[in-house]
T-cell receptor, first 116, second 110 residues
């Protein structure tokens, strides 16, 4: 299995531009999570989905952030318009169904976002 | 919101020594997990301990959980240079996803 795949690996953009981050979870996993990591705030949960349905988006910082999961194998996190304070590493993670291992998260390698 | 807080923030040891890092949390949990993050990479699950367990082992890792003190510790025995990484504890609350602490950065020198 290729693991959780995120793209792009790095993104540099200018303030005000739209940014779209992409995630392909591990096949068969039914939970998908978006986290943001900064030195100041550590790892913050932004939103998570179960069976493609958003369950909790209370961590999404502002209306500028939106996330979708149109099918079981793809999710996007969009920032529009982007601001310098959005600069961070954004991680996608997934977890499997069932009684065994369903509480463990499998992380992608992250997208390093820099907003100038 | 931060649920778990690791201590110390940074730890430097020599190869062969043991490394101990601690995690404190605020509310009741179902389980507590430890993850490792190598520089520039995603987090990797290490071990999970449930609220009704007190100690768990996995290879060179030993995790303890004290629910009365709302704290956990991760012990890495006979550290290697390859153990250099950041270590995070993560806790769940009923109906929510994992909440991570800010991590302990471990540096193991040869």
């Amino acid at each position: 299995d290729a693991g959780v795949i995120q793209s792009p690996r790095h993104e540099v953009t200018e303030m005000g531009q739209e940014v779209t981050l992409r995630c392909k979870p591990i096949s068969g996993h039914d939970y998908l999570f978006w986290y943001r990591q900064t030195m100041m705030r550590g790892l913050e949960l932004l939103i998570y989905f179960n069976n493609n349905v958003p369950i909790d988006d209370s961590g999404m910082p502002e209306d500028r952030f939106s996330a979708k999961m149109p099918n079981a194998s793809f999710s996007t996190l969009k920032i529009q318009p982007s601001e310098p304070r959005d600069s961070a590493v954004y991680f996608c993670a997934s977890s499997p169904p069932g009684e065994v291992d369903n509480e463990k998260l499998f992380f992608g390698s992250g997208t390093q976002l820099s907003v100038l | 919101s931060q649920q778990g807080e690791e201590d110390p923030q940074a730890l430097s040891i020599q190869e062969g020594e043991n490394a101990t890092m601690n995690c404190s949390y605020k509310t009741s949990i179902n389980n507590l997990q430890w993850y490792r993050q190598n520089s520039g990479r995603g987090l990797v699950h290490l071990i999970l301990i449930r609220s009704n367990e007190r100690e768990k082992h996995s290879g060179r890792l030993r995790v303890t959980l004290d629910t009365s003190k709302k704290s956990s510790s991760l012990l890495i025995t006979a550290s290697r240079a390859a153990d250099t990484a950041s270590y995070f504890c993560a806790t769940d609350q009923a109906g929510t996803a994992l909440i991570f602490g800010k991590g302990t950065t471990l540096s193991v020198s040869s």
